[in-house]
């Protein structure tokens, strides 16, 4: 449970936290305080990319989404008009909980396992300390004296094991769809298929009374969106090979994320915290990078590796540790270091690629991606005013908030020259980044009782101070 008291299963069999870390109340009561909307820009249009010639990053549309997205207005009448093509949408409104009885999937016959194989070592560790400690003194000496005879053929066997697991490391490698980084994958993406229908069935069964229906407003953009992101990404294999399913929770948490399936889950508490639909694209363009680079089979492959790797550490620590409390104390700080430097930084550094790969979905769509950053900046703020603790980052899955935004800063001009190539229109009004900033410092100023002189006249010049949702 991470610090927002949200959790959801991870196909590796750990708990993974929610894509958005921080408390959905602090940032409601943000809302509720009128400061929710820090972005005060003209309602920047995303348009349909309808030009022939098109980069080498970009896809030729099949069918005009139309002249523009509607602007994010949530409401739980509000309609949005319907001008885009189905894509690869599905809607499915059925509720599958009696799946056809099958044999499990690889992976989670490796779940189910996994604490057989930890007894089994605890109770190897345990065992031979017990035999050693019940051996003459003399016999104990003879053991010693045979190690250091038979030294080196003990070191061969050690070093043949080593090369055994340094072998199924780089034969198990393969490169990771766009990015083309070397990583490791022990479990295939058919097994991952099917261990996320089992997520997305406990899902559904979960919220199925939550579901917001299809002529809802908040239903109709997220749908608009994702459809707008597969079009313009379908000359990527792996988005168009995906059939992208809708399903909008009536939920408070601030949250979203797509199962390897194509199942997109979206809380209406993440629809409360974006300010326009521009953001809103990146982070959908972001979950969307997740499943389309498979990072849960390539984290559930690493955590695996690490986990048979594991064992032997932990059976010799059972075995050298002379008492049981020394023994768990040991085996204790083995999981906490397996976790901390390896596991949350592998985490993080799947979250920074699907940031990078989302920005290039975002902008092929002719999303405004100079929005991204200010989303981060936002949710910093939100955690400030509300003074909730920040944790280092190294003890998160997930970047913190100040260094997302800045690693974004970092790709937009990359992300901007994407957008150029897609022969997007060209971006008018003031930099999202540099009016969220202006409005901080308003904001400040008005908290600190520092007004300018005539401040009841608003200034056309200056970004307005009621930030209105759009």
Same mark, same amino acid.
């Given at each position: 449970?991470?610090?927002?008291? *949200? ?10 936290? *929610? ?5 959905? /109340? ?13 972005? =005060?820009? &003209? ?22 989404? $139309? ?10 009448? $509000? ?18 909980? @009696? ?44 053991? %010693?004296?045979?190690?250091? %005879? ?37 479990? #295939? ?11 997305? /069935?406990?899902?559904?069964? +979960? ?21 707008? +992101? ?10 168009? !090979?995906? %059939? ?24 209406? #508490? ?13 982070? +959908? $363009? ?27 550490? +932990? ?31 592998? @985490? ?9 790969? #989302?920005?290039?979905? !975002?902008?092929?769509?002719?999303? =405004?991606?100079?929005?991204? @950053? ?17 944790? &280092? ?37 003031? =930099? ?20 300018? &002189?005539? @401040?009841?006249?608003? =200034? ?11």
């Amino acid at each position: 449970v991470n610090r927002d008291g *949200c959790q959801r299963l991870d196909l590796s069999g750990n708990a993974r936290n *929610c894509f958005l870390t921080g408390n959905p /109340d602090s940032y409601r009561n943000f809302t509720g305080k009128g400061l929710r909307c820090l972005l =005060d820009v &003209p309602n920047t249009e995303v348009y349909r990319n309808a030009h022939h010639g098109l980069g080498r990053f970009c896809s030729q549309p099949s069918q005009p989404l $139309g002249e523009k997205v509607p602007s994010l207005q949530i409401s739980s009448g $509000g309609q949005l008009p319907r001008h885009f093509p189905a894509w690869n949408i599905q809607i499915i409104r059925s509720f599958h909980t @009696s799946p056809s009885l099958q044999a499990a999937p690889v992976p989670l016959f490796w779940i189910i396992v996994k604490p057989a194989q930890k007894l089994f070592a605890i109770i190897l560790g345990r065992s031979i300390r017990k035999w050693w400690k019940a051996l003459p003194p003399n016999k104990r000496e003879l053991f %010693k004296e045979s190690a250091r %005879k038979n030294k080196w053929k003990i070191l061969l066997g050690v070093s043949s094991l080593g090369v055994v697991f340094v072998m199924f490391y780089f034969t198990h490698l393969e490169e990771t769809p766009i990015t083309g980084r070397a990583r490791l994958m022990v479990f #295939g993406k058919e097994h991952f298929r099917e261990l996320s229908q089992m997520e997305y /069935d406990m899902w559904m069964d +979960l919220y199925k009374s939550q579901m917001l229906p299809e002529t809802d407003a908040g239903y109709q953009v997220v749908e608009t969106i994702v459809g707008h +992101l597969s079009e313009s990404n379908k000359d990527i294999p792996q988005v168009s !090979a995906l %059939k992208w399913v809708i399903h909008v929770v009536d939920e408070p948490a601030v949250n979203a994320f797509v199962l390897p399936n194509g199942q997109v889950f979206v809380f209406t #508490g993440l629809l409360d915290a974006v300010s326009d639909i521009h953001q809103l694209s990146f982070i +959908l $363009g972001h979950e969307i990078a997740h499943a389309v680079l498979e990072h849960a089979a390539e984290k559930a492959s690493l955590v695996h590796f690490l986990d048979f790797l594991s064992l032997i550490f +932990l059976t010799m620590i059972w075995a050298i540790c002379p008492r049981d409390s020394l023994a768990v104390v040991g085996q204790w700080i083995q999981s906490k270091l397996q976790e901390f430097m390896f596991d949350r930084p592998y @985490s993080r550094t799947l979250e920074a690629e699907a940031d990078k790969v #989302g920005l290039q979905f !975002a902008a092929k769509a002719c999303v =405004d991606v100079r929005a991204s @950053s200010v989303f981060w900046q936002q949710m910093e703020l939100a955690e400030t005013i509300e003074g909730q603790p920040k944790l &280092p980052e190294w003890l998160s899955t997930h970047p913190s908030h100040e260094n997302r935004a800045e690693h974004l800063d970092r790709l937009i001009p990359e992300a901007l020259k994407i957008r150029e190539s897609c022969n997007c229109p060209s971006l008018s009004g003031p =930099d999202p980044r540099l009016i969220f900033k202006l409005n901080v410092k308003r904001l400040l100023e008005l908290a600190e009782g520092r007004e300018a &002189p005539n @401040s009841t006249k608003q =200034d056309p010049s200056k970004p307005k101070l009621d930030f209105p949702h759009t």
